[in-house]
Nanobody
Framework: QVQLVESGGGLVQAGGSLRLSCSASGIIFRISTMGWYRQAPGKQRELVATVTSGGILNYADSVKGRFIISRDNAKNTVYLQMNSLKPEDTAVYYC?????????WGQGTQVTVSS
């Protein structure tokens, strides 16, 4: 069983930065694709960024150049550095682990960006 625990959300002014962390239990972290997704009120959950076990990165167009995803396999942790935050980045951010048919989600952490 895999458990994902996010931290680092909060309230920040536009233009500010936040760093989200997601710690994973279980031994499959380093062979899994890790990702961050977000869901704003009244909207569907959307991909923010992913990093494969081999280090291939993928970003949503809306966050390219502002957000950086990284992983530390020694700590079973994935990070999302969010810079130049905008009010439209306000959402609940979810950590995700995918490995073949396995798909796990964290409980989510709220990020609110004030204008």
């Amino acid at each position: 069983q895999v458990q994902l625990v996010e931290s680092g959300g909060g309230l920040v002014q536009a233009g500010g930065s936040l760093r989200l962390s997601c710690s994973a239990s279980g031994i499959i972290f380093r062979i899994s694709t890790m990702g961050w997704y977000r869901q704003a009120p009244g909207k569907q959950r959307e991909l923010v960024a992913t990093v494969t076990s081999g280090g291939i990165l993928n970003y949503a167009d809306s966050v390219k150049g502002r957000f950086i995803i990284s992983r530390d396999n020694a700590k079973n942790t994935v990070y999302l550095q969010m810079n130049s935050l905008k009010p439209e980045d306000t959402a609940v951010y979810y950590c995700n682990l995918q490995r073949t048919v396995l798909n796990y989600w964290g409980q989510g952490t709220q990020v609110t960006v004030s204008s």
